[in-house]
């Protein structure tokens, strides 16, 4: 029998105790081998074990100096392991507590350990990487995973921490250089000012996207220029494009060389908007209710849909709708021109599959501005106009490349969906170390 009551023989003493390799490989903690394996009377399993022999030299070496330490005392500890399916793993690792033989170092005493149970931790090393996997990887708040493994949440919050800056820690060597990204900010959680030794926290986030992998590059407080140009300046000698909603602060802080891409879902919804502002300020009301007109939704929100998706007889309702009187004309004039620029839009290589001729652009470009000019007294036209020329060479850069700020925009949306998932943070670090996590994918 060996030393777990199996059938075979006893394998060589460790500190006069004998172990069973089959009981160890099954416990799987690299550096411990099992002594004994018994019920715990609870309807869990306690697993007695010891430091391997191989690296007694190892966990004997002082933690400050690398000392061999001298036995002072045989402590046993009860490091929490993962369950074996359904059931609970007691383990109880009697170690050594150690002596420091060098006089000048200011670690007096030690006790043994090892990487897979690290020093003053409670968790062994796997079972803190389980925590911090469920956090980071499957997306659970830190209570529902603290709950889950049966810990404190400040203990799961710290188990997170390890395991994200670990896998974190050599993000840009993997991710790559960086060629095109995209830049926007979301709304980070309630202000707060500067007091007490406390660091000041922002309501947004400026967050870097990388448009090749999808990854997080990284975030910064602040919707600003500095908060862009503090993300933008460690990519500045490999990025070629940088993909942006009209943000002018962002724009201001482009690093030299650098082709500015406008995004071109932000250029429909300002032409979108300029509808809306129409419509406020022609007071505008149709004669009939909209169900009345046979629409299934309100005018002016049916003027938001791409006319290619309407239904023809709602295309036709909406056109006499408007047609009737001067307002709605006015109304309409904007409408043509969202969908000028939507026909600019449509020439990208996303939508055509091949990049379009620069002349191709052009035209469409000049066609939106004419029309824009014979209707120059609708307010909303002459603003939208006035917009697209001040991004005149980044939207041209946006449909000759094709590229957009979608990720950067999905993963805003992730973001704030961690946020709710959180209850938010209070820390704009751990916020920005989650967010990270969710939205950076390896290689």
């Keep these: 029998m060996d030393a777990t009551g199996c059938a075979g023989h006893a394998q060589a003493e460790s500190r006069g105790v004998q172990w069973c390799p089959e009981a160890t490989l099954l416990l ?21 074990a010891v430091t391997h022999p191989d690296l007694d030299e190892q966990a004997r070496a002082c933690p400050e100096c690398g000392s061999r330490g001298v036995i002072k005392q045989r402590p046993s500890t009860t490091p929490r392991d993962l369950p074996w399916g359904r059931r609970v793993i007691r383990l109880k690792w009697r170690k050594r ?20 149970v690290p020093r003053r931790k409670r968790l062994t090393a796997r079972n803190r990487d389980a ?21 404190t949440e400040r203990t799961a919050q710290a188990a ?42 922002s309501k947004w986030f400026t967050h870097l996207v990388d448009l090749g992998t999808g990854g997080t590059l990284g975030l910064a407080q602040e919707r600003t220029g500095e908060a862009g140009k503090s993300l933008t300046s460690a990519h500045e000698d490999t990025m070629r494009y940088l993909a942006m909603d009209l943000s002018a602060p962002y724009r201001s802080t482009v690093p030299d060389g650098v082709t ?18 129409a419509f406020r300020r022609l007071s505008y009301r149709t004669e009939h209710d909209y169900k009345k007109l046979g ?16 239904a023809p007889d709602h295309l036709d309702i909406i056109l006499d709708t408007l047609d009737s009187d001067a307002d709605g004309q006015q109304i309409a004039v904007v409408w ?108």
């Design 160 to 201: 997170f921490n390890d395991y994200a800056d670990r896998e974190l820690a050599d993000l840009d060597e993997r991710s790559g250089p960086v060629e095109a990204a995209g830049i926007d900010e979301f709304r980070r959680g309630a202000p707060r000012p500067a007091s007490g030794g406390r660091e000041a926290r």
């Design 336 to 443: 043509i021109a969202k969908e000028q620029l939507r026909k600019l839009l449509a020439l990208r290589v996303t939508k055509t599959g091949s990049t379009p001729a620069p002349s191709a652009v052009r035209d469409r470009l000049i066609s939106f501005y004419l029309w824009c000019a014979d209707h120059v007294h609708v307010p909303e036209l002459k603003t939208l106009a006035e917009t697209i020329e001040k991004w005149q060479q980044p939207v041209i850069d946006a449909v000759l490349t094709g590229y957009s700020n979608a990720k950067a925009e999905a993963h805003n949306r992730t973001a704030k969906l961690i946020a709710r998932t959180a209850r938010g943070f209070a820390s704009p670090l751990n916020q920005a170390r989650r967010v990270r996590m969710a939205t950076t994918r390896f290689v």
């Design 28 to 48: 799987g903690i690299p550096g411990l081998i099992v002594t004994c394996v018994a019920e715990d009377g609870e309807g869990g399993t306690e697993v007695h």
């Design 131 to 151: 925590i911090g996997a469920a956090i980071g990887d499957d997306l659970e708040s830190v209570s529902a995973a603290a709950r889950r493994h049966g810990v």
């Design 260 to 277: 500015v891409i406008a995004d071109p879902f932000h250029l429909v919804q300002s032409a979108n908007k300029k509808i809306d502002a």
């Design 97 to 116: 507590r150690l002596t420091c033989k060098n006089r000048k170092c200011p670690v007096k005493t030690f006790t043994e350990w090892l990487p897979a």
């Design 295 to 310: 629409l299934p939704r309100p005018l002016h929100a049916m003027l938001r849909h791409n006319i290619e998706d309407l």
